[in-house]
């Protein structure tokens, strides 16, 4: 199979390449860098079934040349991480559902099965736990920027369903529940490898409001597996929704205190509050549970990482940057 890969230079993209390749499918690269990064792709360059484009989403020529050659598409480019929504809402919001918008357009051309990732934020401030994908959803007001992302995305979701639905395109939608794993930069807001980072360095993990919150963790090679599993059986899941993550919950001062052991460090917790973290007024979700059952039903897919494996792989690949970087600044 031919796939082509949006944001393929991000996190994700970068294990789903990987994965696809070691599998013996061909990939190619879309990706504008800016939240990506080429070292992500590095080692990809130069194999056969291999290729990259640095460019943005909305360059039509481009796209409709990568989409021409595929069989698929998996939609993964978007503006992401809590800190970049807050402070470039107009980003968010154009580059979300235009770039899918875009994305849509030359896959229907083509007819390429598509994945569109979206995200748990669009469950918003719903309380019934665990999330199920028909429940309804409770997005904040409008005038907190907070919530610009969740509606992009949800946006995202109407517009990959309308095509299905109105074009017979076959596209499937995913809900991701915190991702993490080696290689995910802390930039954007990403609270595993910052923690992991501090607590290595011997500084104090940083967490925001009381830290009462609650999410759950997936490895990404889980996140992957269930990635790979979807492209593969369009023929019941196409036109639908479904979460990829772990319902092992845990606060996140819980996740601070178990990266601090973990990785055997002195470090302390330091709370800071959201109006200073991000700015007055912003609003986080309490709990962020996912029912995976329908996944399950579908693929036969669950997570199989705990999060104490989450943690010690974050801390080892973080372990290992560290090493290097004081190796190169003696050298």
């Not at 919001?93 to 598509?114: P, Q």
Request: aromatic share 8%; glycine share 8%.
């Amino acid at each position: 199979m031919n796939i082509l890969i949006t944001g393929g230079a991000g996190f994700i993209g970068s294990h789903l390449t990987r994965t696809l390749l070691a599998n013996g499918e061909t990939v190619a690269v879309l990706d504008n860098l800016s939240t990506g990064s080429f070292e992500n792709i590095r080692e990809f360059v130069g194999h056969k079934r291999f290729s990259f484009a640095i460019e943005e989403l909305n360059n039509e020529l481009v796209l409709d040349r990568l989409a021409s050659q595929a069989d698929a598409i998996v939609h993964l480019a978007a503006a992401v991480g809590v800190q970049l929504v807050v402070e470039r809402p107009t980003e968010t919001i154009e580059t979300n559902v235009m770039g899918t918008h875009t994305v849509l357009k030359a896959a229907r051309r083509y007819r390429c099965r598509t994945l569109l990732a979206s995200t748990s934020e669009v469950y918003g401030k719903g309380v019934r736990t665990p999330f199920s994908e028909e429940d309804d959803l409770l997005l904040g007001a409008s005038s907190r920027s907070r919530w610009s992302y969740a509606a992009s995305k949800l946006l995202d979701e109407f517009l990959g369903l309308a095509a299905y639905r109105e074009y017979g395109l076959p596209v499937t939608i995913t809900r991701f529940f915190n991702t993490v794993g080696p290689g995910q930069t802390g930039r954007y807001g990403m609270v595993v490898p910052r923690f992991v980072r501090q607590a290595l360095q011997g500084e104090p993990l940083t967490v925001y409001g009381d830290g009462e919150q609650s999410r759950c963790f997936c490895h990404v090679s889980d996140t992957v597996r269930a990635l790979e599993a979807l492209l593969n059986r369009p023929e019941i899941t196409a036109g639908e929704i479904y979460n990829i993550g772990s319902g092992d919950e845990i606060t996140i001062n819980a996740l601070a205190q178990t990266v601090i052991d973990r990785a055997d460090s002195a470090s302390s917790l330091r709370h800071i509050p959201y109006s200073e973290a991000y700015a007055p007024g912003f609003e986080d979700m309490r709990r962020r549970v996912p029912n995976t059952a329908k996944i399950e039903r579908a693929i036969g897919w669950r997570p199989t990482h705990t999060l104490e494996q989450i943690l010690d792989d974050v801390i080892g690949y973080e372990r290992t940057q560290l090493l290097g970087a004081v190796r190169d600044a003696h050298a």
